[in-house]
């Protein structure tokens, strides 16, 4: 995609008074209306607002929430990062600030800028640098994907306009407080940051989060090209058709042929393997004590562990979670437990839920069922369309690599059992008058799309399972083998990370 | 209230074995029956686990997550609290932890915990102790108020009990792990802290919020006691007729008799005030420096404030607004405009979505509208019950004397303009393309409760206007007036609060 240069040596951008005069109230009464057309669509608007100009952009800021309804705006600025901010993975604060469905968001300051001064200031090696610009793009694309329209909008101030600010605003007193020590460090360096904004914008625009470079001399000329640009964006959205997201669907056919392959994966899983109960408690209390240590030692280097448990209805998750927890202080360790999500996640991204529970430094949460419902339940039963179902083995991988890099421990649980063993445990637990609850028509349903499931399972496996966030397929026919084999497994995964 | 002391000196509470696995099975399925039946209803049931025996209370939580549904227990840990946490006033993590209507809250190791640890090590002068008692118990009182049933649960060791569990860990080393330093400190410090235990839950128990001691000794006798005291309770909630939140509905008698001297409230404002365009030009400039300059303080200092904004529709709020946010870095300010809640925030107290905004060290956060909308509108237009908004009042003194507490500025303003303004201010917006929007038909409704609304501001003026946290009444019928008094208000506000 070619790219225009940042900074093309004009000047020229200039709105006279009275077209600005004529323009505006017809300007603001498009972008009211847009907005609340915008309401009961169902996708958001993120414009990212970021630029060499930071007066330009507080003053844009000001300007957009008198010219549009601000009650529909959801406006973050993003600074110098919390410890709470740092204790997560970089985007963590971003996807906890995305519109929902119906909004529009303004972010402020967003990674692109602190990408920049990270750059600048040589923080990043070359290969840190290629990973984060590589999370930017697959984050746009999938935003994207899921309906959002992205708009980054880059406020450009050549050098010689920032030079006369600084020095009228030394001449006039009453403007010299607008002027930051930002924007001085900022002349000082320009000749030196501008390549590297212009390589961020060149390296991150793309069909579906282009940038637009405004210029900011004329303040005019900026308010008005600004206000267009979102506008337009804001109708277009609300032009296309089909929106993206409502072609969910059954389909028949299987989007990938190989399954024969895919049902390998789960036919290699020894079932056979079982544990008396004198070496089960043996083992257990031995594990039990050894995991108990090592989150000890987790929680004082600040390592945190994302543990997620997927299986076969009735294979024996919430036992093996309980075995977990009982041997970590409750300090140290959360529990998700993954229902069907509410009306406020369903507004967002389908991966917005788990983003948002990450961790902080030293802990363990364990998600029982996950983000991994979308490549199994919801692909199964329809609930997400093929195409939806079908990139999201991609996003989990840039999600979870997000996880790794940022220092934590990921472990990926599938419990299996053989169609006969659920048979035997739900025909056991409705005898049982305490774990009835636990048995529905659904569950029977479920099994009638058992060899869904398995090409499902298998497809997931073989598509996400990576060297550092990996499936571990635990043979769960027999209780005691399961919940020790997945007890070491986790103490394995604390441990090498623990020794670093 | 009568209350039995901690430690009766009898460790007689036990559970045959025999009995307790014959008793399981029914409590199992009645404890998931009830919070199957709660999932409906219009409260949700707080469970806060404390205790001298620490084992003991992650035992029962587990025991808990086993035998009822985990999806639908929220459980929270609180342990020492993060930076964020501190930035806040003390109960700002417990409001964000609270359970939504129709689920149970598992709260565990809560400020009760907290208090007697700070208690113990001498951390509270007597003042701010007797402080924070007195919001615990208003904190319990409007939680009950809104229906939530509240249930607090001691687990108690008895001394020798916890010597005899230390002792045998000694030996045992397969038990070892499960002790911690805080048990040995416990036994150490037993005859200290118990006092300090027994004062505390003495005098933060009521009859909506009552404290219950389980002897922790015996597990089978503890676990079923612990089971039954929430099966207990949330039956009990169920059973209440008609359930509190109901009861919404105008009432024609108004509660408070003297209306006439809360009339005097609005009154009183001398809507004559105005300012010239020059003077009002040199003014503005004077003090949005000055606001700006106090905001670096502020923020270098971790001063934070929040500024509340209501008033008559059409009074000016935004352009005030803007006038602030124009003199402050995008970094130190927030606006938050109050529309109608959300189904998840109506899900909860009405004071719960406020609560979560609450800024952290340093910032401005403003409310374009507020908590104050419990006893406008929706005390004139019925959507809140005489009860409701009666009791609004205190809660919201409380609300805001915490955040005073905190070190926080806290300034409400009250916009005022008269009845012929106002309507000329509709007409003239009718008249404007892009402000059109901002007048509706509700608008003009709204016009023929005014006088309704003169009382219920001057009774909430009357009502919540205190030293630390007053009301400011602003003459608004000039805008170049309102807006210079408005940052003259803040400028104040923040230098006394500088200056100490």
Chains 1, 2 share one sequence.
Request: glycine residues 4%.
């Amino acid at each position: 995609m070619a790219f225009p240069k940042l900074d093309p040596g004009q000047t020229d951008k200039k709105l006279p008074k009275d077209e600005y005069a004529s323009a505006v109230p017809r300007m603001r009464v498009d972008l009211i209306n847009a907005q609340y057309d915008l309401q009961s669509a169902d996708f958001s608007v993120l414009v990212n607002l970021v630029g060499d100009d930071r007066q330009g952009c507080e003053d844009v800021v000001d300007l957009l929430h008198e010219w549009m309804d601000g009650r529909y705006i959801g406006t973050h600025y993003f600074g110098d990062p919390s410890e709470e901010v740092q204790e997560r993975p970089y985007f963590w604060r971003y996807w906890r600030a995305l519109p929902p469905r119906g909004r529009v968001g303004l972010f402020f300051g967003d990674f692109a800028w602190s990408l920049i001064e990270s750059r600048f200031k040589d923080e990043f090696d070359e290969k840190s640098y290629e990973l984060r610009l590589d999370h930017v793009r697959k984050l746009y694309a999938e935003l994207a994907a899921d309906g959002m329209v992205i708009l980054n909008l880059w406020l450009h101030l050549p050098k010689a306009e920032l030079k006369k600010r600084l020095k009228k605003a030394k001449k006039k007193p009453a403007d010299e407080w607008r002027v930051h020590d930002v924007d001085r460090d900022m002349l000082s360096d320009y000749d030196r940051i501008l390549p590297i904004c212009e390589e961020m914008v060149r390296r991150t625009t793309s069909d579906s989060s282009p940038w637009h470079i405004v210029e900011s001399t004329d303040e005019r000329y900026r308010n008005l090209t600004v206000a267009k640009l979102i506008l337009d964006a804001i109708e277009n959205g609300l032009n296309r058709k089909p929106p993206p997201r409502k072609t969910a669907g059954k389909s028949a056919s299987a989007p990938v042929a190989d399954t024969d392959f895919r049902r390998d994966v789960l036919g290699s899983v020894d079932l056979s393997r079982s544990l008396e109960k004198d070496d089960y408690k043996k083992k257990l209390e031995r594990y039990q004590r050894k995991i108990h240590k090592l989150s000890l030692q987790a929680a004082k280097k600040g390592v945190s562990s994302v543990l997620v448990f997927e299986g076969w209805d009735a294979a024996g998750k919430g036992g093996i979670i309980r075995r977990i927890t009982a041997a970590i202080s409750a300090r140290d360790v959360r529990v998700v437990p993954i229902a069907s999500p509410t009306e406020e996640e369903l507004a967002h991204h389908y991966l917005w839920r788990f983003w948002r529970q990450l961790p902080p430094a030293g802990r363990m949460l364990i998600f029982d069922r996950s983000w991994y419902g979308r490549v199994l339940v919801e692909r199964v039963e329809g609930f997400a369309s093929d195409d939806e179902w079908s990139r999201a083995y991609d996003e989990i991988v840039d999600f979870e690599s997000q996880l790794v890099e940022h220092g934590m421990l990921v472990r990926k649980f599938w419990l299996h059992i053989d169609a006969d063993e659920q048979l035997a445990r739900f025909k056991s637990r409705e005898q049982t008058p305490y774990k009835k609850y636990k048995i529905t028509d659904d569950d029977y349903r479920n099994r009638d799309r058992w060899d869904d499931y398995v090409v499902a399972v298998g497809e997931m496996v073989a598509r996400t399972s990576t060297e550092q966030a990996p499936w571990i397929l635990v043979p769960a026919n027999n209780k005691p083998w399961a919940r020790v084999a997945v007890l070491k497994e986790v103490c394995k995964g604390l441990e090498s990370l623990l020794e670093r």
